[in-house]
C-alpha cells in the first residue's frame, strides 16, 4: 500500500499544482483611456483660456483700431472722367472704397520713392495712372 499511497500522493501533487490559476494580464484600456482623458482635460483647459484671452483686446490693438478710423491720406482723388478704359475704372474704385486703400501699403515702393502714405495716395495724382 505504500506505493499506492506514494502514487495517489503524486497525482495530488501535480494535480494541485496544475490547478492553481494563473495570474490574469491586467488590460492595457483603462491606462489608454485614462491617457485620453488627461489629454482632453488639457486641451479643455488650453481652449477655454485661449477664449477669454481673445475677447480682452491689447491696448496696441485698440490704439491701431483708433488711428485707423480716420483717413490717413486727406487729399481726394483724382475725377474718373479725366481717364478712358480700365483707368477710369480704377480712379472710380479708388473714390468708392477711400478707407480700404487708405489701409493697404503701395508695393511699387512709392512711400519710399514719393512720400507717399499708402495706397490711397496714388490715386490723388497720377501716379496711378503711370
Avoid at 94 to 118: M, Q, T
Wanted: positive net charge.
Amino acid at each position: 500500500m505504500d506505493k499506492k499511497n506514494k502514487q495517489n500522493s503524486k497525482k495530488h501533487a501535480t494535480k494541485s499544482v496544475q490547478t492553481t490559476p494563473k495570474p490574469k494580464k491586467r488590460s492595457k484600456y483603462p491606462l489608454i483611456a485614462l491617457a485620453v482623458g488627461v489629454a482632453l482635460l488639457i486641451s479643455g483647459v488650453y481652449f477655454f483660456y485661449q477664449k477669454g484671452k481673445s475677447q480682452n483686446p491689447s491696448l496696441e490693438n485698440a490704439k491701431l483700431k483708433k488711428e485707423n478710423v480716420d483717413l490717413r491720406e486727406k487729399r481726394s482723388t483724382l475725377s474718373p472722367q479725366s481717364f478712358t478704359g480700365k483707368i477710369r475704372r480704377a480712379y472710380e474704385v479708388a473714390r468708392s472704397i477711400p478707407k480700404v486703400l487708405d489701409r493697404l501699403y503701395c508695393y511699387c515702393r512709392c512711400r519710399e520713392n514719393h512720400g507717399h502714405k499708402n495706397l490711397l495716395s496714388c490715386y490723388v495724382d497720377t501716379h496711378a495712372y503711370t
